[in-house]
């Protein structure tokens, strides 16, 4: 080949160095429109946040006193005989009912389930041999009192029945307010006075301000013990103690000026 061929326009060095060319200002084209794009992006970004405003999270608690109790103590044991189960189940019921009435309770305010009983199958290498071992019978004697101190006070002093020789199993008393209703709207008023003093606070510290309200989501209410740091997504509510804290939480988004 000529030197003539190399010098010429048409030559193979001429037009790989020309695609070079060319390669480089497209991807430099494209780099640009992309970071354009991506600055574009970013302050509509930073716009939407302070159109959005500043969401905030409220929160409220007071304490309360439960007034209504449900008690169930449920009377459960073995015999050989349906009978003989049937008929101890009767007799340690009439035992634990006139506990509950010599203690103060009213017979209006004691409920008596039915009794249920079944057989206990003998068992080997898991399989039925067909042989029944022996019978299980229980009742329920189901206690609803508004004099929850009473109630509290016969829980704890169950052991001295059980020291009779009655069988029966005691679950506890369960604590309830009556009064929630009226105490959810004190405190989501509460949490939302709130929630503005934290949006207040964070606001001034970058030298902006609280606007008008834009929107508000009302979190469930939590009923805990005084010293419990319980929360559940779909709201506590504990029934152990009489004294309680009832929590109410809101999500509130402000305008920022």
Known sequence: MSTNDYNSENSPIIQIERRKAIAFILAAAILALSLG???????????SRTTNGITVTGSA?????????VWTLNV???????AAAVTKVGTDVIAVSQYLTDGGIPAADITLGSVSTYANEEWQNGNSTGRILNYRANRDVVVRSKDVELIAKLAQGIGSLLQTGVSVNNYGPQYYISTLPSLRPKLLEEAMKDAKIRAEA?????????????SVRAGVFQVTTPDSTMTSDGGAYDTSS????????????FAVK
């Open 37 to 47: 794009f991506g600055l574009t992006k970013v302050g509509s970004g930073f716009a």
């Open 61 to 69: 608690k007071t304490s309360a006193t439960a007034d209504n109790a």
């Open 76 to 82: 459960s044991l073995t015999r050989p005989t349906v």
């Open 202 to 214: 964070i606001t001034k510290a970058v030298g902006g301000s609280v606007g008008s309200v834009q």
């Open 242 to 253: 009489i004294e309680k804290t009832v929590t109410s939480t809101v999500s509130v988004t």
